[in-house]
């Protein structure tokens, strides 16, 4: 889908105008407001619409009134969602030109509507045998082009982290994404199980024992001339999760291959983050492996070493990610960064505390947790601080290690973060639980069922603001 920037979209010829229309107001179409309005009573509440034939009187075939609801609850997260709504009724109808004069709105929706656009236009169909052509082709919408042109670059990016994380776990394996990695045209290093020996990663190549595939610590480089930060970004890369000999009920372990969500963000931010040239140095980190039962499994009672030298008993070998976070944590603290911010599809807790309406985050530096909170709400994300009390660690504690993986069911999500700041060391650091956000049992809003490409919006737009 092409989005053109035009000065009057009434005066495109197209397939559909698109006008909009506040609860119990009017439209800018005559034609509209005597059928709508007189006729039928349609009162514009949000996200309701009225399809309306022009008979050949237009150089629009069809109009269709997009209801906005109350002018004063309106903004931008609704914008995206209107137009989103806009889009797939268009391809119901299998339009192919659509037009929008959107009149009445009084902040600048470039951005928001551009991303609305394009993440309704986004289907997954690349294993079905019979594919539907009912995308539609272009949009004409008045904007400033260069914020629809940036939204463009960042939907991108969200699709192309939303394929990876919608790939069966056959396809979207460690070396997969080690190769995927290696294509983006920045400088890679790929360390395989013998690399992340020499570098001590114990908990990392714990949990990838029990699988046939050979696990890949991914790191990715954006650099810059005298950048005015430096970041890392760690996205935990589980390709499949059966949760090991811990084994998880069927039912759960259906979607398990969304459970590289988070390495799929990252990978969505790293392969279009050359063409906004921020100033930040970026590190892109990844300690991608399957959580498998196989002979070689690690074990409930097994202690690991991470690379920082600390001790971990294995209670539960289903909590795996933070093991895996571990090491990358380690990791990316030597690197002589300022910050480092994690994702992970980590606790179900998490999803239980907030649904699938917001990602949790909790971090050991308020400045960064509240700028990446605030970043997500312009971005159209959400995220819910959660607390990351010293507390939260005495169920994790062991008798004979320094720490156990897992601890009371109560507070798990935050229980987790405590874990995790264990391996952080002299750097600012946020952690995000993308759990209940990365992916959907059903459509919700703008997208549709699968993936989301959850933090890609957030995490480009935090690095574009530096």
């Not at 009162?43 to 269709?64: A, D, I, M, N, R």
């Not at 398990?256 to 392969?271: E, P, Q, R, Y």
Request: proline content about 3%; overall charge negative.
């Amino acid at each position: 889908m092409e989005i053109k920037v035009v000065e009057n979209a009434k005066a495109i010829e197209s397939d559909i105008l698109v006008v909009s229309m506040f609860e119990d107001e009017k439209t800018s179409v005559e034609l509209a407001n005597t059928y709508a309005l007189e006729q039928d009573n349609f009162k514009g509440k949000f996200s309701e619409t009225y399809l309306l034939p022009t008979y050949g009187k237009e150089v629009f075939k069809k109009v269709l009134v997009l209801g906005l609801g109350k002018r004063a609850e309106f903004n931008q997260d609704k914008m995206r969602e209107a137009v989103a709504k806009a889009i797939k009724k268009a391809m119901q109808m299998e339009a192919k030109k659509v037009a929008f004069s959107l009149d009445g709105i009084d902040f600048d929706y470039s951005e928001q509507f551009a991303m609305g656009a394009f993440i309704a236009d986004y289907t997954f169909d690349k294993y079905k045998s019979e594919k539907k052509d009912n995308k539609v082709q272009e949009v004409y919408v008045q904007a400033n082009a260069d914020l629809v042109n940036k939204a463009e670059k960042i939907a991108a990016a969200m699709t192309f982290a939303r394929n990876l994380a919608n790939e069966p776990a056959q396809f979207a394996t460690p070396t997969e994404l080690a190769a995927i990695a290696c294509d983006l045209g920045l400088e890679t290093q790929v360390y395989n199980r013998e690399d992340c020996e020499k570098m001590g990663m114990g908990a990392f190549l714990a949990v990838a024992r029990g699988s046939s595939q050979e696990p890949k610590f991914i790191h990715m480089r954006y650099q810059v001339d005298n950048p005015k930060k430096r970041i890392a970004i760690i996205g935990k890369g589980i390709t499949f999760d059966s949760g090991g000999l811990d084994i998880k009920p069927p039912s759960s372990m259906l979607t398990m291959k969304d459970d590289m969500s988070a390495a799929a963000c990252i990978l969505g931010v790293m392969s279009i983050i050359k063409e906004f040239h921020p100033q930040v140095e970026v590190h892109g980190l990844i300690a991608a492996c399957e959580n498998m039962p196989g002979c070689s499994a690690y074990k409930p009672g097994d202690i690991l070493t991470a690379k920082n030298g600390k001790t971990i008993e294995v209670d539960n070998t289903d909590a795996e990610g933070r093991l895996t976070l571990a090491d990358a944590l380690c990791y990316a603290c030597e690197l002589g960064v300022d910050e480092v911010i994690d994702l992970a599809t980590l606790t179900g807790a998490c999803m239980v505390a907030l649904g699938t309406q917001a990602s949790g985050i909790m971090g050991n530096d308020e400045t960064l947790v509240k700028n990446l909170i605030d970043t997500a709400k312009r971005s159209g994300e959400r995220f819910w601080e959660l607390p990351l009390w010293e507390e939260y660690f005495d169920s994790l504690k062991s008798d004979i290690a320094d720490m156990k993986n897992t601890g009371s069911r109560w507070g798990g999500a935050s229980t987790a973060g405590v874990f995790l700041q264990k391996f952080v060391k002299d750097v600012k650091w946020a952690h995000i639980d993308i759990a209940g956000t990365a992916f959907l049992e059903k459509p919700q809003k703008e997208f549709i069922k699968g993936a989301t490409g959850a933090g890609v919006r957030t995490l480009l737009n935090y690095i574009l603001e530096q």
